[in-house]
């Protein structure tokens, strides 16, 4: 758990930057995943309740990452997708946490990376 704490603390300054925070980023990322998507499926994916959705997506379409759409199915529903400025944002927040991450990570030689990466494997595998 520390290990992960840790790895959340590095990712938040890594953010900061782009001026997003680490549930803005993801929030992002799965929008980006599922768009175009409803905030309700945001929520679930987030595990927030969907009112606090609303404030994340309300963040991130004031800085032009995500717009808000009728859903064509559905006229009392809402849908919201990554604008092309969204999309290099995440993108590029995605290399910064990859580096990041590469970077932690670099103090184990090859070989305990490796053992490390099938240990978590085996344990998300049996989940």
């Known amino acids: 758990m520390e290990v ?9 300054a890594t953010l900061e930057p782009w001026g997003v925070t680490p549930h803005e ?10 768009e175009p ?7 679930q994916h987030l595990r927030i309740a969907p009112r ?4 994340v997506v309300d963040s ?3 800085r032009g990452f995500v717009v808000r759409e ?16 969204g999309r290099q944002v995440l993108r590029e927040l995605d290399t910064a946490r990859r580096a ?9 030689s090859d070989r305990d990376r490796a053992t490390l990466t099938r240990i ?7 989940d």
Do not use: K, M, N
């Open 25 to 34: 980023s993801r929030a992002l990322r799965v929008i980006g995943r599922h």
């Open 60 to 62: 991130l379409e004031e």
């Open 120 to 126: 978590l494997t085996g344990l998300l595998e049996s």
């Open 70 to 85: 009728p859903d064509p199915t559905d006229r009392r529903a809402t849908q919201v997708s990554l604008t092309a400025s």
């Open 100 to 108: 990041d991450h590469e970077g932690y990570f670099a103090a184990l």
């Open 4 to 12: 992960a704490r840790g790895l959340r603390r590095r990712f938040a």
């Open 37 to 43: 998507t409803r905030l309700g499926v945001v929520a």
């Open 52 to 55: 606090s959705v609303t404030d």
